[in-house]
């Protein structure tokens, strides 16, 4: 079956379209990233270490085995929540938990650290029901485990 030129050229112009406005929303989303960031350590330079570590990770390339996957989520959760506790924005507490969610994802559910930092950020966060799921997961998925009880 032979496609017709013009149908093929609306097709690539098409996907060429949709591909830059991707592309497009990544960098402004992450230019509003630097912005956001760079404003905090131009008001409070004493943070700057804060925010670099959240730039620094979120710049990185995502690591493609599951075990250096968990831990990059990890490490941008903890970064989000060293800024937070800083700020004390609940909106940086959610990126932490957002980070933390996507480690639960990709480990099954099966790393009590990022179960328990996921309660507490839900908690910071003062969701107190999503705080009371992560910690009976904790102790469902542990139950030998001590710290699933802290």
């Keep these: 079956m032979k496609i017709p030129k013009n149908v093929l050229i609306l097709v690539i112009a098409f996907v060429v379209i949709i591909a830059g406005a991707i592309f ?3 960098d402004s989303s992450t230019d509003s990233l630097v912005d956001e960031m760079n404003k905090i350590s131009q008001e409070h330079p004493e943070w700057t270490e804060f925010t670099s570590g959240v730039l620094d990770l979120t710049s990185q390339e995502i690591p493609t085995d ?3 996957i968990v831990e990059y989520y990890l490490k941008l959760g903890l970064a989000w929540k060293s800024l ?3 700020t004390r924005e609940a909106d940086h507490y959610l990126k932490a938990l957002e980070a933390y969610n996507i480690g639960i994802d ?11 930092n996921a309660g507490n950020m839900a908690k910071y966060a003062k969701d107190y029901e999503l705080s009371k799921y992560y910690f009976e ?3 469902e998925n542990f139950p030998g485990d001590g710290e699933a009880y802290v």
């Design 84 to 86: 937070a506790d800083r």
């Design 106 to 116: 990709i480990s099954d559910e099966r790393n009590l650290v990022i179960l328990n």
């Design 66 to 68: 599951e075990n250096k």
């Design 24 to 26: 497009a929303n990544k």
């Design 137 to 139: 997961k904790s102790t």
